[in-house]
């Protein structure tokens, strides 16, 4: 069984960092590529970044680019977001998910392409 748990989410002043974290579990972790997404208050919800860990493949939103940094660690079978100068529209749940790579190449910044999710975490920046 697929499983995704995010971890990491606070309260963070306008201009601070924060890192997400996205442990799987139940599936061979450099076949799969990994994204997040977020979703504020009455928004839907938006791309972030991916990785695709077999071959290091990164994407990432515009909003985010140049601000946040997507790794992923094989021996922990787990996967980060590193998220730097934060602003208040930064604000909102972010999700991981998780979808076969298969012969892509490179991920996905799609939601639809993603079939497993986790709960998410809570970010919240304030001024």
């Known amino acids: 069984e697929v499983q995704l748990v995010e971890s990491g989410g606070s309260s963070v002043q306008v201009g601070g960092s924060l890192t997400l974290a996205c442990a799987t579990s139940?599936?061979?972790?450099?076949?799969?590529?990994i994204a997040w997404f977020r979703q504020a208050p009455g928004k839907e919800r938006e791309e972030v970044s991916c990785?695709?860990?077999?071959?290091?493949?990164?994407q990432y939103a515009g909003s985010v680019r140049d601000r946040f940094i997507i790794t992923s660690d094989y021996d922990k079978n787990t996967v980060y977001l590193q998220m730097n100068s934060l602003q208040p529209e930064d604000t909102a749940t972010y999700y991981c998910?998780?979808?076969?790579?298969?012969?892509?190449?490179?991920?996905?910044?799609?939601?639809?392409?993603?079939?497993?999710w986790g709960q998410g975490t809570q970010v919240t920046v304030s001024s």
């Open positions: 998910a998780a979808s076969y790579y298969g012969r892509r190449w490179r991920c996905e910044l799609t939601e639809i392409q993603y079939d497993n």
């Open positions: 139940g599936f061979i972790f450099d076949r799969y590529m």
């Open positions: 990785i695709a860990s077999a071959d290091g493949t990164t």
